[in-house]
C-alpha cells in the first residue's frame, strides 16, 4: 500500500469560522483536475504508478466480461479493485477522487457548525449516513459527508431538508467525534423518524390520518394544481410514510397500495390484512407526485423515471423505529400517475408446526417424512398461500446440531438460528439453479429451494434427493395431483421423479374468526346434510352423488367428534360489526387448510406411466387423503373459520 497520506493528495481546509469555511469552499482550486479519468488523476497523485493502473484496468474488464450483459457491480471499479488489492486505502482513495472532482476535504475539529443547519438533520440520520450540516447560507446547505457521491443518500438529504446541497469529503477520522461534539444529547430515544421533531424537540404523536389532514390544501388553487407542491409542510410528507408503514406493520398488513387518481380525486392508500384490502387514508391530490418521490428515494430508485416500472427494496430501520424491509414496486398508469404497492417483509420468526393449522393426521405424517434422510417434499399453491411459513416451519422441526440445512429464496422474509440462509440474486447470475449446484459442493444434509421455477432447477433437485440430501420446495399449482403433472410436463424423468418423491402438501389461506365476538347457532339437520354431501363430493370424481347413507354417516362421524353435548353441531360465522379485540373486521389473523398427498408404491407406478391428475387424486383419496375442501369444513365445524371463507378459497 502506498505511504503517501490522504491528506498530501488534497490537503483539507481547516476552517475556524463559518464565513472562512464558505470563502474556502469558493476559493477551492483542485490539483489533479485535468486529469482525464481516474487511473490518471491517481498517477498524477503519486499514489500509483503506471503498472499497477495497467493491471488493475486488465482484472476490470475480465470481471466485466464475466457479468451479466450491462450489469457492472461495484466490484469492478478501478478504485474499489485497487483499495481491495491493498495498493490503496479507502482514504487515500477518495481523497484523489476529491481532488480530481474538484470537491474540498474539510477538517472540522476547529470550526462550530451553523444551529440552523443542524436543525435541518436530525441527530440520528447525522449518526446514520455519517453526515454534518455545517452552514446555511443562500439556500445552500453545507454538508460534511463520509461518502459526498452518494446519489441516493443525497436525494434523501436534498428532500428531507429541502435546500440545494454543496456536498464535502470529511478528513480522515474527523467526522464521528464532530458529529457526537455537536448534536445534543436526548433524554429520551433519538431514533424517531426523519421529519418527527428538530433536536432537541420533542416529537410529536400524531397518527396517519391527522398527519393528512396537515397536508389538506390551504387554498381553492392549491387543491386543483397538478403540480409537484414541495414548501414547508414536506417534513409532514416524511412523517406521515414513516407513520403509515409503522401503521400499517401494527395492524398486520401484507401490503400497502398507493393508488394515483386524476386530479382533484385524493390518493387512495388500502391495507391488505388477512388477504382483504381496506381503505385505510386518503391523501390530498396535489401530493401525490411528492408522495411518489419520497418512496422512490427511500427505495433508491430513479425519481426522474415514471414511464417504466420500477422495484426496488426499503430498509425502514434506516427511517424508522421498527425493524422492517419492504419490497417496493412502482406500475405507471393511465394520465402520466404512477401507483406503488410495497410488500412488508418483516424478519419474522418461523411458527412451530403445530400452530399452522395442519390437522392431527397431516401433521404426525409430514413430521414422519421430514425426519427422512433423503427424498423430496413439496408445498404447493397460488402466490401468497403461506407455502414459504410452512417450510419454515417444518424446517424448524428439524433444525438441530446435528444437521448442516442451506436455504436459497427470494427474498429471505423468515430468518433462524442454525440456518445457512442465502439471497438469490438473478442479475449477477446467483439463480435457484445456482446456488442448487453451490449447496451441493457444500456437505448439506437439508436444501431449501423457493421455488422450482424451470427444468434445471427442478432436476438438480430431483437428483440432490436422490444422492442422500433432503430438499424442501414450493410449487405453483392449485392442488397436490396437478404437481405431479406440471414438473413432467417441465421435462422431469418420470422414474427419477417417482424415487424421489416422498410428499406433496397443497394449502390456501382462509380468515380466522375472531374467538371474541364468531357467532354460533346450532346446526339444522337440512344444513348438515347439505354440508356432508359438499363434503363427500369434493372427494369423488362427480360422475354419481353420495347416497343418503354415506351422507348420514358423515354426520354422525361429526357429532362424535364436534358435537357438542345436548346442543350438538354448531355453525360458525363472523359477527357483522366485530369488536375492538379485532378491530370490528369480525376475523382475526389467517388458517392454512391442506391437502397432503403422500407417495405410496400405486402413486409412483402412475407417475411413471405418466398417469392424469384424476387418476393420482383419486389414489392419493384412497390412501386417507382429505382434500382442502374436506379440511375447511372440519375447521369451520371447529369454529375457526366459516363456510363462505372455506367455499371461497377451494373453488372445485
Same mark, same amino acid.
Given at each position: 500500500?502506498?505511504?503517501?497520506? /490522504?491528506?498530501?493528495?488534497?490537503?483539507?481546509?481547516?476552517?475556524?469560522?463559518?464565513?472562512?469555511?464558505? *470563502?474556502?469552499?469558493?476559493?477551492?482550486?483542485?490539483?489533479?483536475?485535468?486529469?482525464?479519468?481516474?487511473?490518471? /488523476?491517481?498517477?498524477?497523485?503519486?499514489?500509483?504508478?503506471?503498472?499497477?493502473?495497467? @493491471?488493475?484496468?486488465?482484472? $476490470?474488464?475480465?470481471?466485466?466480461?464475466?457479468?451479466?450483459?450491462?450489469?457492472?457491480?461495484?466490484? &469492478?471499479?478501478?478504485?474499489?479493485?485497487?483499495?481491495?488489492?491493498?495498493?490503496?486505502?479507502?482514504?487515500?482513495?477518495?481523497?484523489?477522487?476529491?481532488?480530481?472532482?474538484?470537491?474540498?476535504?474539510?477538517?472540522?475539529?476547529?470550526? @462550530?457548525? *451553523?444551529?440552523?443547519?443542524?436543525?435541518?438533520?436530525?441527530?440520528?440520520?447525522?449518526?446514520?449516513?455519517?453526515?454534518?450540516?455545517?452552514?446555511?447560507?443562500?439556500?445552500?446547505?453545507?454538508?460534511?459527508? #463520509?461518502?459526498?457521491?452518494?446519489?441516493?443518500?443525497?436525494?434523501?438529504?436534498?428532500?428531507? &431538508?429541502?435546500?440545494?446541497?454543496?456536498?464535502?469529503?470529511?478528513?480522515?477520522?474527523?467526522?464521528?467525534?464532530?458529529?457526537?461534539?455537536?448534536?445534543?444529547?436526548?433524554?429520551?430515544?433519538?431514533?424517531?423518524?426523519?421529519?418527527?421533531?428538530?433536536?432537541?424537540?420533542?416529537?410529536?404523536?400524531?397518527?396517519?390520518?391527522?398527519?393528512?389532514?396537515?397536508?389538506?390544501?390551504?387554498?381553492?388553487?392549491?387543491?386543483?394544481?397538478?403540480? +409537484? $407542491? !414541495?414548501?414547508?409542510?414536506?417534513?409532514?410528507?416524511?412523517?406521515?410514510?414513516?407513520?403509515?408503514?409503522?401503521? =400499517?406493520?401494527?395492524?398486520?398488513?401484507?401490503?400497502?397500495?398507493?393508488? %394515483?387518481?386524476?386530479?382533484?380525486?385524493?390518493?387512495?392508500?388500502?391495507?391488505?390484512?388477512?388477504?382483504?384490502?381496506?381503505?385505510?387514508?386518503? !391523501?390530498?391530490?396535489?401530493?401525490?407526485?411528492?408522495?411518489?418521490?419520497?418512496?422512490?428515494?427511500?427505495?433508491?430508485?430513479?425519481?426522474?423515471?415514471?414511464?417504466?416500472?420500477?422495484?426496488?427494496?426499503?430498509?425502514?430501520?434506516?427511517?424508522?423505529?421498527?425493524?422492517?424491509? %419492504?419490497?417496493? !414496486?412502482?406500475?405507471?398508469?393511465?394520465?402520466?400517475?404512477? *401507483?406503488?404497492?410495497?410488500?412488508?417483509?418483516?424478519?419474522?420468526?418461523?411458527?412451530?408446526?403445530?400452530?399452522?393449522?395442519?390437522?392431527? +393426521?397431516?401433521?404426525? #405424517?409430514?413430521?414422519?417424512?421430514?425426519?427422512?434422510?433423503?427424498?423430496?417434499?413439496?408445498?404447493?399453491?397460488?402466490?401468497?398461500?403461506?407455502?414459504?411459513?410452512?417450510?419454515?416451519?417444518?424446517?424448524?422441526?428439524?433444525?438441530?446440531?446435528?444437521?448442516?440445512?442451506?436455504?436459497?429464496?427470494?427474498?429471505?422474509?423468515?430468518?433462524?438460528?442454525?440456518?445457512?440462509?442465502?439471497?438469490?440474486?438473478?442479475?449477477?447470475?446467483?439463480?435457484?439453479?445456482? =446456488?442448487?449446484?453451490?449447496?451441493?459442493?457444500?456437505?448439506?444434509?437439508?436444501? %431449501?429451494?423457493?421455488?422450482?421455477?424451470?427444468?434445471?432447477?427442478?432436476?438438480?433437485?430431483?437428483?440432490?434427493?436422490?444422492?442422500?440430501?433432503?430438499?424442501?420446495?414450493?410449487?405453483?399449482?392449485?392442488?397436490?395431483?396437478?404437481?405431479?403433472?406440471?414438473?413432467?410436463?417441465?421435462?422431469?424423468?418420470?422414474?427419477?421423479?417417482?424415487? @424421489?418423491?416422498?410428499?406433496?402438501?397443497?394449502?390456501?389461506? !382462509?380468515?380466522?374468526?375472531?374467538?371474541?365476538?364468531?357467532?354460533?347457532?346450532?346446526?339444522?339437520?337440512?344444513?348438515?346434510?347439505?354440508?356432508?354431501?359438499?363434503?363427500?363430493?369434493?372427494?369423488?370424481?362427480?360422475?354419481?352423488?353420495? @347416497?343418503?347413507?354415506?351422507?348420514?354417516?358423515?354426520?354422525?362421524?361429526?357429532?362424535?367428534?364436534?358435537?357438542?353435548?345436548?346442543?350438538?353441531?354448531?355453525?360458525?360465522?363472523?359477527?357483522?360489526?366485530?369488536?375492538?379485540?379485532?378491530?370490528?373486521?369480525?376475523?382475526?389473523?389467517?388458517?392454512?387448510?391442506?391437502?397432503?398427498?403422500?407417495?405410496?408404491?400405486?402413486?409412483?407406478?402412475?407417475?411413471?406411466?405418466?398417469?392424469?391428475?384424476?387418476?393420482?387424486?383419486?389414489?392419493?383419496?384412497?390412501?386417507? %387423503?382429505?382434500?382442502?375442501?374436506?379440511?375447511?369444513?372440519?375447521?369451520?365445524?371447529?369454529?375457526?373459520? *366459516?363456510?363462505?371463507?372455506?367455499? #371461497? #378459497?377451494?373453488?372445485?
Amino acid at each position: 500500500m502506498s505511504s503517501l497520506p /490522504a491528506h498530501a493528495v488534497n490537503p483539507p481546509l481547516r476552517p475556524t469560522t463559518t464565513r472562512e469555511l464558505w *470563502d474556502g469552499l469558493h476559493a477551492h482550486h483542485p490539483t489533479l483536475s485535468r486529469a482525464r479519468h481516474l487511473g490518471e /488523476a491517481l498517477q498524477q497523485s503519486g499514489l500509483v504508478g503506471r503498472a499497477t493502473i495497467e @493491471s488493475a484496468l486488465a482484472h $476490470q474488464q475480465k470481471q466485466r466480461r464475466n457479468a451479466p450483459p450491462g450489469d457492472y457491480p461495484d466490484k &469492478t471499479l478501478l478504485g474499489q479493485i485497487l483499495v481491495r488489492n491493498g495498493v490503496l486505502s479507502e482514504a487515500q482513495l477518495q481523497a484523489a477522487i476529491a481532488a480530481w472532482l474538484g470537491d474540498p476535504v474539510i477538517d472540522p475539529r476547529q470550526l @462550530s457548525p *451553523d444551529p440552523s443547519a443542524l436543525a435541518l438533520v436530525p441527530r440520528h440520520v447525522a449518526e446514520r449516513e455519517s453526515v454534518l450540516p455545517l452552514l446555511l447560507e443562500d439556500e445552500v446547505l453545507v454538508l460534511l459527508m #463520509a461518502d459526498p457521491w452518494d446519489q441516493r443518500l443525497l436525494d434523501e438529504l436534498r428532500f428531507l &431538508t429541502q435546500h440545494r446541497l454543496l456536498p464535502a469529503l470529511a478528513a480522515p477520522g474527523t467526522l464521528q467525534p464532530t458529529i457526537a461534539r455537536f448534536y445534543p444529547r436526548q433524554s429520551g430515544p433519538t431514533a424517531s423518524p426523519p421529519g418527527t421533531s428538530a433536536p432537541g424537540e420533542a416529537p410529536k404523536a400524531l397518527d396517519a390520518r391527522a398527519l393528512a389532514n396537515e397536508l389538506a390544501p390551504v387554498s381553492d388553487t392549491e387543491a386543483h394544481t397538478d403540480a +409537484d $407542491q !414541495v414548501n414547508e409542510s414536506d417534513n409532514t410528507l416524511v412523517r406521515l410514510i414513516n407513520t403509515l408503514i409503522s401503521e =400499517a406493520q401494527a395492524h398486520r398488513a401484507s401490503d400497502i397500495h398507493i393508488e %394515483m387518481q386524476p386530479a382533484p380525486a385524493p390518493v387512495r392508500i388500502r391495507l391488505r390484512v388477512d388477504g382483504r384490502l381496506i381503505n385505510y387514508l386518503e !391523501v390530498p391530490c396535489h401530493w401525490r407526485f411528492a408522495l411518489v418521490t419520497r418512496l422512490k428515494i427511500m427505495a433508491g430508485l430513479d425519481i426522474s423515471e415514471h414511464r417504466k416500472p420500477q422495484d426496488g427494496k426499503i430498509d425502514f430501520s434506516r427511517f424508522g423505529n421498527s425493524r422492517l424491509e %419492504m419490497r417496493m !414496486v412502482t406500475v405507471p398508469t393511465s394520465q402520466g400517475l404512477e *401507483d406503488v404497492v410495497l410488500r412488508l417483509l418483516g424478519s419474522h420468526r418461523p411458527l412451530p408446526l403445530d400452530s399452522i393449522g395442519l390437522n392431527p +393426521d397431516n401433521l404426525q #405424517a409430514l413430521r414422519t417424512v421430514a425426519q427422512k434422510s433423503y427424498g423430496l417434499v413439496l408445498v404447493c399453491g397460488p402466490t401468497g398461500s403461506g407455502k414459504t411459513t410452512t417450510l419454515h416451519s417444518l424446517i424448524r422441526d428439524i433444525n438441530t446440531e446435528d444437521r448442516k440445512i442451506w436455504t436459497a429464496e427470494d427474498p429471505v422474509e423468515i430468518t433462524q438460528e442454525g440456518l445457512r440462509q442465502v439471497q438469490i440474486n438473478p442479475r449477477i447470475g446467483w439463480t435457484f439453479a445456482a =446456488a442448487m449446484r453451490t449447496f451441493l459442493r457444500a456437505d448439506p444434509d437439508v436444501i %431449501m429451494i423457493g421455488e422450482m421455477r424451470d427444468e434445471e432447477t427442478a432436476r438438480i433437485a430431483v437428483e440432490a434427493s436422490l444422492t442422500g440430501h433432503l430438499v424442501l420446495s414450493t410449487l405453483h399449482t392449485n392442488s397436490a395431483p396437478e404437481s405431479v403433472g406440471r414438473l413432467l410436463e417441465i421435462g422431469l424423468d418420470p422414474f427419477n421423479f417417482s424415487d @424421489s418423491l416422498l410428499a406433496i402438501l397443497a394449502q390456501r389461506l !382462509v380468515r380466522r374468526l375472531c374467538p371474541q365476538c364468531r357467532e354460533a347457532r346450532p346446526a339444522t339437520p337440512e344444513a348438515l346434510h347439505a354440508l356432508a354431501r359438499q363434503y363427500l363430493q369434493s372427494a369423488s370424481d362427480g360422475s354419481t352423488p353420495p @347416497s343418503a347413507d354415506d351422507v348420514q354417516h358423515q354426520v354422525a362421524r361429526w357429532q362424535h367428534s364436534h358435537g357438542q353435548g345436548p346442543q350438538g353441531l354448531m355453525l360458525y360465522r363472523a359477527h357483522e360489526a366485530g369488536c375492538p379485540h379485532c378491530e370490528h373486521h369480525g376475523y382475526l389473523g389467517r388458517l392454512g387448510l391442506h391437502e397432503l398427498m403422500l407417495s405410496n408404491d400405486t402413486i409412483r407406478s402412475q407417475i411413471r406411466h405418466r398417469a392424469s391428475g384424476s387418476e393420482l387424486r383419486q389414489s392419493a383419496l384412497a390412501a386417507g %387423503m382429505k382434500t382442502l375442501r374436506q379440511d375447511g369444513i372440519e375447521k369451520m365445524l371447529q369454529g375457526l373459520t *366459516d363456510l363462505n371463507e372455506v367455499l #371461497a #378459497a377451494t373453488n372445485l
